[in-house]
């Protein structure tokens, strides 16, 4: 489309030329290729190297389609997929395609599936006993907890199913229409050390059943920060890192109170290195923490159900 207008000074015509946006038009068909009626789909970004797909770019609630048909305009010229989301089934993908500017894009299905099952139990490590109310959490794949991990994740978000449910009374747990794919599980309730288990592999139409999961009451780190007169050091950071660099999961952080006392319950067993840094320590200066942390180290071994406490000295005498 053409549209002109008057430049306010000069006077001359200015033409602009307008596109449209692309459209998609397709289909949503169950397991057996039988149309749905109701469901929602969602336009996303992608991309040919990963099956993490990206934003949502439109989105349509569609109710009573005739022969499951749906359409989605206002899509910026890009490569995307299309996700429905119906009542008992898991959500699922189109295969990946081009939407170009002005133009409609056809023929695009996505046929639902009912997902993988993923089972299990949760118990005492110690005792055998099943433990009620731990929660459950599915994540992407290799997950890392930490900001930073967290931000690229937010910036390209995960076709698998996120999510979260308690075990019973008899520790047991079951998801149900779990979108087919690698995932991490995530096994945390107070008092225990959290359990982190990758590549779980779920199936469409298939349960996936983890062997037993036993939470360990983990270690107790106590002890205090001083500086190098022997003072005590309220407010400073206290580290716990992983020994192995290719042991991302296990860091702990905490401060100490008014006394300079820390406290890092439940600890996984294993090596670690223990060390401190004074409150605003690197303020103006990073090299001050770099020395804290140096000075401070302490290389620790923990058992479960172990008790420890440490002195972390830092800082050099007046």
């Known amino acids: 489309r053409v549209k002109i207008l008057k430049h306010s000074k000069t006077g001359k015509d200015v033409v602009l030329e307008l596109?449209?946006?692309?459209?998609?038009?397709?289909?949503?068909?169950?397991?057996?290729g039988k149309p749905l009626s109701?469901?929602?789909?969602?336009?996303r970004t992608a991309n040919e190297l990963s099956k993490a797909?990206?934003?949502?770019?439109?989105?349509?609630?569609?109710?009573?389609?005739?022969?499951?048909?749906?359409?989605?305009?206002?899509?910026?010229?890009g490569s995307f997929v299309i996700e429905a989301i119906a009542e008992g089934y898991a959500a699922s993908f189109s295969e990946r395609f081009d939407a170009t500017q002005g133009l409609a894009t056809t023929d695009i299905v996505v046929r639902m599936t009912l997902g993988g099952e993923l089972r299990g139990q949760v118990v005492d490590a110690g005792t055998g006993a099943p433990i009620a109310g731990a929660e459950v959490a599915t994540l992407d794949n290799n997950f890392i907890e930490g900001d930073l991990f967290e931000l690229f994740s937010a910036l390209e978000p995960t076709a698998l199913t996120k999510a979260t449910l308690f075990t019973d009374s008899e520790?047991?747990?079951?998801l149900e229409r779990m979108t087919p794919g690698e995932y991490q599980v995530q096994i945390k309730v107070r008092g225990y050390s959290t359990i982190l288990t990758?590549?779980?592999?779920?199936?469409?139409?298939?349960?996936?059943?983890?062997?037993?999961?036993?939470?360990?009451?983990?270690?107790?780190?106590?002890?205090?920060?001083l500086s190098a007169d022997n003072q005590a050091l309220a407010g400073a950071t206290v580290n716990l890192t992983p020994a192995d660099p290719s042991e991302v999961q296990g860091h702990r952080q905490t401060r100490t109170d008014g006394e300079g006392r820390f406290l890092i319950d439940n600890a996984r067993p294993g090596n670690y290195e223990l060390s401190a840094m004074r409150p605003n320590s690197g303020l103006g200066n990073p090299f001050e923490a770099i020395g804290d942390l140096q000075q401070s180290r302490m290389d620790v071994t923990v058992e479960d159900s172990g008790s420890y406490d440490f002195k972390l000295r830092l800082g050099r005498p007046n």
Do not use: C, H, W, Y
């Not at 109701?38 to 336009?43: D, L, P, S």
């Open 19 to 32: 596109f449209e946006k692309a459209t998609v038009v397709g289909q949503v068909l169950d397991p057996s």
């Open 38 to 43: 109701r469901f929602t789909v969602k336009a």
């Open 53 to 77: 797909f990206g934003a949502v770019m439109a989105q349509r609630n569609v109710k009573d389609s005739k022969d499951g048909v749906f359409e989605l305009s206002g899509l910026p010229e």
């Open 171 to 174: 520790g047991r747990f079951a």
């Open 198 to 225: 990758n590549d779980v592999v779920l199936v469409d139409g298939q349960v996936t059943e983890l062997p037993l999961q036993r939470l360990g009451k983990g270690a107790r780190i106590t002890g205090v920060v």
